[in-house]
Structure formats: C-alpha cells, structure tokens
Nanobody, 124 residues
C-alpha cells in the first residue's frame, strides 16, 4: 500500500520555527517529485513548495520564499519542510504529496499520492 505520513505540526508563536516530516511507505520517494501543500479554513489548498525528483530544482510560493526550505533524505525515504519566521497567516493543515510527472512546470502537474495532513498553528 502506497502511503505518505506527515508529522511535526504543532503550535508556535510568530517568528518561531517548525520542521515538518513526510515519510513514505510502499514506494521510493526518490523517484518522485514531492510537494508540500497547505489549506487554511475557508481557503483553497495551495502549493507551498516542491522539490523535483533528484532534488534538481525547487519551487516555492512567493509567500514563503526565503522562510521555508524543502529537503530530501532518500536514505530515510523522507522529505522535510523547514519553516522559519512563521507568521499567523501560515496557520493551516499541511500536506505532502508525490507525483511522477516530469517536464516543464512539473510542480503544477497533478500530484498522485497524498498524506493525511498535519496541523500548524501560529498564534500570538
């Protein structure tokens, strides 16, 4: 069974940091591009950032550029989202997802496998 599981969410004050983890079972993450998405209450799900297969390229939404970093640990079959300088508007459920659709604008192509999400709450 192909599965992604996120962890690392929680409560943090503005300016704080969190690191989210995404572990895969049933398949090898190295063969897939990985995206981190988030969805806040009443809002559409948005792509926060993504890393291509082989970590050749990355994409970050303007709202998180310079604050969030995606990294891969293929030996552990894991992907991380390091979130620094968190803001209240970063509050959302965060999901990792995997897709094997290379090519131009790869990060905008459909993601096939999804985790269940982890809650991140940034509060004063």
């Amino acid at each position: 069974q192909l599965q992604l599981v996120e962890s690392g969410g929680g409560l943090v004050q503005p300016g704080g940091s969190l690191r989210l983890s995404c572990v895969a079972s049933g398949f090898t993450l190295d063969y897939y591009a990985i995206g981190w998405f988030r969805q806040a209450p009443g809002k559409e799900r948005e792509l926060v950032g993504a890393v291509s297969r082989g970590a050749i390229t990355t994409y970050y939404a303007d709202s998180v550029k310079g604050r969030f970093t995606i990294s891969r640990d293929n030996a552990k079959n894991m992907v991380y989202l390091q979130m620094n300088s968190l803001k209240p508007e970063d509050t959302a459920v965060y999901y990792c997802a995997a897709q094997g659709n290379p090519g131009f604008n790869w990060y905008r192509k459909p993601f096939d496998y999804w985790g269940q999400g982890t809650q991140v709450t940034v509060f004063s």
